[in-house]
């Protein structure tokens, strides 16, 4: 192991040394101009921890944003994140001030956005993302997404009828690159300030193949939808909540289908409607207790029936999980690619809870 600067336990060491140093702000504020990156960088961890505490920091921290290091340019980030709301003036000023860096106007951008999302940036910051968005979505190709939650699958093209069918509002055209991050991002943050992510927004697709999807649930559902891995979906009424919005879907669109995909994880599940009537709710966790509304749809056949071990059933081998129902039945959101066909373009919209709200903190790549 290295013993000089750049190994490991140099690493460890500089490290050791910022948080001995950081007895208060001003000491660790002085570590900021250090020769050392991993120095800085774990002064910086200081100045995330204290929070809304270091609110005064903001001006000396805002030149770390254009630090030549990549490790400490995200750092600050993350200290902006921490300090939170206070931060806000501070970096706007940065946004409209000249450059005084390659990177300090765009880690600012970068900070405003994971600390209050849109709603954070002023008008000409959110007139130059709408500009970039739509630049974006002339030339996007189609990419897997990786799979980790709920969505629906339609067989329409009108978007407007999917966002009034789910009470959505305030859409915004993004790209599927800028859909998929929200999706999980939501997915996978922890509530703020009794705030729920999940239940903020929608990712509405282009049209794909001929089918629109919808990633997320209205709030209005979400709120009766719990993750628990003992209970799949979740342990309150997600069958009938997932069936009764099939249902209408089903009859407003002609058919509808839900499917939910655990990340890496055993829980997949699924729900078709043809019509108002749901012909299959499937969830592997409600098989494996003995509760599964079978028989099979003709869309799993030829799979191992995913509660049951390898080798069992008459099929024997790969279990069947959403992804393999949704590439029969509609389309399969992790098989995407350049001959998938696209009509228009995606929107990010508003739950009524997010309506009330706004949208959720973090930064999305475009």
């Known amino acids: 192991m290295e013993r000089g600067p750049g190994g490991a336990a140099w690493e460890t060491l500089a490290g050791a040394l910022a948080r001995m140093a950081c007895g208060d702000l ?17 002064a910086l961890v200081e100045f995330q921890r204290r929070g809304a505490a270091a ?11 254009g ?40 880690g600012a951008l970068e900070a405003l956005a994971e600390i209050g999302g849109p709603g954070a940036l002023d008008p000409a910051d959110l007139a130059a993302v709408r500009r970039l968005r739509r630049i974006k979505l002339r030339t996007e190709v189609p990419e897997p997404f ?37 999706w999980r991002r939501d997915r996978h943050s922890p509530a703020r300030d009794g705030g729920c992510p999940s239940s903020a927004r929608v990712f509405v697709s282009p049209g794909l193949d001929g089918w629109t999807l919808v990633f997320g649930h209205s709030s209005d559902d979400r709120r009766s939808i719990r993750w628990d891995a003992g209970c799949g979906a979740g342990c309150g009424p997600v069958r009938e909540i997932v069936r009764a919005r099939c249902t209408a879907l089903g ?15 055993a829980w997949t599940a699924w729900c078709i409607a043809q019509g108002a009537e749901v012909v299959r709710y499937y969830d592997v966790f409600d098989a494996e207790r003995g509760t599964d509304q079978g028989p099979a749809h003709g869309a799993e056949y030829g799979y191992r029936p995913a509660h049951e071990p390898p080798g069992r059933g008459p099929s024997g081998g790969e279990a069947c999980r959403a992804a ?6 509609s ?26 709200y ?9």
């Open 67 to 106: 630090d030549a290091d990549p490790g400490v340019r995200r750092r600050a980030v993350l200290a902006f994140q921490g300090i939170g709301c206070g931060a806000v003036p501070v970096l706007r000023r940065v946004r409209r001030a000249t450059a005084a860096g390659p990177w300090v106007r765009a």
């Open 26 to 42: 001003d000491a660790c504020a002085r570590l900021l101009g250090h020769p050392d990156p991993r120095v800085r960088e774990n």
């Open 251 to 265: 009859e407003r669109f002609g058919a509808a289908q839900w499917y939910g995909e655990s990340c890496g994880g």
């Open 331 to 356: 389309v399969d959101p992790s098989a995407l690619g350049a001959r998938t066909a696209v009509t228009g373009s995606g929107a990010l919209a508003l739950t009524p809870y997010g309506r009330r």
């Open 324 to 329: 393999v129902v949704a590439a029969r039945l």
């Open 146 to 182: 990786a799979l980790c939650g709920f969505w629906y699958a339609l067989p329409t093209l009108d978007q407007s009828a999917v966002l009034d069918a789910f009470g959505l509002g305030d859409a915004e055209p993004v790209t599927l690159r800028t859909g998929m991050a929200a």
């Open 358 to 366: 706004g949208h959720p903190p973090g930064a999305l790549p475009v």
């Open 55 to 65: 609110v005064a920091y903001g001006e000396r921290l805002s030149v770390l944003l």
